[in-house]
């Protein structure tokens, strides 16, 4: 079952703006993770943030997870028209499963 | 980091074909593997995991019959849609967890397969 919800399903905003992506997920966490998939491609792993972490840092991405809502969000600092792309956020189901959600289509306007 | 090699990237077969897609992890052994099915502008579903040595396990739904999977060695595995028909055109993507790397995937570029 799909754990993750993301929240919009897509936004579109200008270059150079920052862009906000919202994820929820249902049962207990050890990590949650963020993905991004060029079109017709395979995923690219972008951060992982642990439960026991409330905020992560990766260049112009910036993670932060809430347990208690059992929400994360991911931020993209100064867009660029290379970011154009779907995030999506997963959450492990035992074993290395895991399992993606609804993803985010991100377009970035030049 | 890790590489995932899946190919083809793109097939296309008539209806009652049966067609083979191939996942490596090219410089890391993977004794699990995880194959994923994609629709147009949604997320990924897991179909199943792929065990080095053992049968693949399946998740609810997805017909065992119908999409083989065989990992024969730490570095390949295959899915197999047989008798394809048009209901299986989708987007397939592999995975592969690197031991070294701990809980994040890397992934195959996709196979686009469309049934005729």
């Known amino acids: 079952s799909q754990q993750g919800e993301e929240d919009p399903q897509a936004l579109s905003i200008q270059e150079g703006e920052n862009a906000t992506m919202n994820c929820s997920y249902k049962t207990s966490i050890n990590n949650l993770q963020w993905y991004r998939q060029n079109s017709g491609r395979g995923l690219v792993h972008l951060i992982l943030?642990?439960?026991?972490?409330r905020e992560k840092h990766s260049g112009r991405l910036r993670v932060t997870l809430d347990t208690s809502k059992k929400s994360s969000s991911l931020l993209i600092t100064a867009s660029r028209a290379a970011d154009t792309a779907s995030y999506f956020c997963?959450?492990?189901?035992?074993?290395?499963?895991?399992?993606f959600g609804q993803g985010t289509r991100l377009t970035i306007n030049p | 980091g890790a590489v995932v090699s899946q190919h083809p990237s793109r097939v296309i077969c008539k209806s009652g074909t049966s067609v083979k897609i191939e996942c490596r992890s090219l410089?890391?052994?993977?004794?699990?593997m995880f194959w994923y099915r994609q629709f147009p502008k949604k997320s990924l579903m897991l179909m199943a995991t792929s065990n080095e040595g053992s049968k693949a396990t399946y998740e609810q739904g997805v017909e065992k019959d119908k999409f083989l999977i065989n990992h024969a060695s730490l570095t390949l595995s295959t899915l197999t849609v047989t008798s394809a028909h048009p209901e299986d055109s989708s987007f397939y993507i592999c995975?592969?967890?690197?031991?070294?790397?701990?809980?994040?995937?890397?992934f195959g570029s996709g196979t686009q397969l469309s049934v005729l």
């Open positions: 410089d890391f052994q993977a004794t699990t």
């Open positions: 997963a959450t492990e189901q035992g074993a290395q499963k895991l399992v």
């Open positions: 943030i642990r439960s026991n972490e």
């Open positions: 995975s592969a967890p690197d031991r070294t790397a701990s809980e994040k995937l890397f």
